[in-house]
């Protein structure tokens, strides 16, 4: 089996983070790279689980010291995946990384074999409905969110793959059906 980066993308509210916990539920091969970010944390989330929160200086300076494999600002916040980890990880297992669309095409530029899978919703207005039952967003955070939408679904041609979150189980056994078939091919990796 290839050690591979797979890159989870699509809007925010889509089920990303919940189709990601649970594959790793399933896959306990499997490992998340947790993400560097100076947005503030939602209530319930955890520095160094669900993010690593830091200042706009602090991540400044990460990024004069190439820490970042790649980073991107949205949503008036920075975000980046640290190198390090992702790296390190590499040599044992696959690597998760949820991050957004520009992250993901910069991802594939820097690591070899990246696997990037775009997560659709089945439609907008049971997005919005996922987005606002959630109830973690400001009006302005959750704006923002829907403003992004069509440019993350122009960018998800450029993804490998699609996969419709309509039922949870489904994307889930979707995915994992993805992921044998990609770590069994043919790559410099193999053992
Ligand atoms: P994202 O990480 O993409 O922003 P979340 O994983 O936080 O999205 O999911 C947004 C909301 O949608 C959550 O309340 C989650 O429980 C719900 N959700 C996720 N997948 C499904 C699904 N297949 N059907 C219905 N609700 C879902
Ligand atoms: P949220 O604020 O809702 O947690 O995340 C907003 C967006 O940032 C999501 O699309 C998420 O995938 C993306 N994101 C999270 N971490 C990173 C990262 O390290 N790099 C990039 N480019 N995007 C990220």
């Not at 929160?53 to 949205?74: M, S």
């Not at 995946?81 to 590499?90: G, K």
């Amino acid at each position: 089996m290839r050690n591979i980066p797979i890159v989870i993308s699509g809007p925010s509210g889509v089920g990303k983070g919940t189709i990601v916990k649970e594959l790793l539920k399933k896959d306990p091969t499997l490992v998340e790279s947790v993400s560097m970010t100076t947005r503030a944390p939602r209530p319930g989330e955890v520095s160094g689980k669900t993010y690593i929160y830091v200042t706009k200086e602090e991540f400044e300076r990460r990024i004069a010291e190439g820490d970042f494999l790649e980073y991107d600002e949205h949503f008036s916040g920075l975000y980046g995946t640290p190198r390090s980890f992702v790296e390190e990880q590499l040599q044992k297992t696959s690597v998760i990384l949820e991050i957004d669309v520009v992250g993901g095409l910069n991802a594939r530029k820097l690591l070899k074999d990246t696997l990037l899978i775009f997560i659709d919703p089945p439609s907008i207005e049971e997005l919005v409905e996922r987005l606002k039952k959630r109830g973690t967003e400001s009006e302005q955070a959750l704006r923002e969110r829907l403003q992004r939408v069509k440019y993350e679904v122009h960018m998800r041609e450029q993804y490998d793959y699609k996969v419709l979150n309509d039922d949870l189980n489904r994307a889930v056994d979707e995915i994992l059906a993805i992921l044998e078939k990609e770590r069994k091919k043919e790559g410099d990796q193999d053992d």
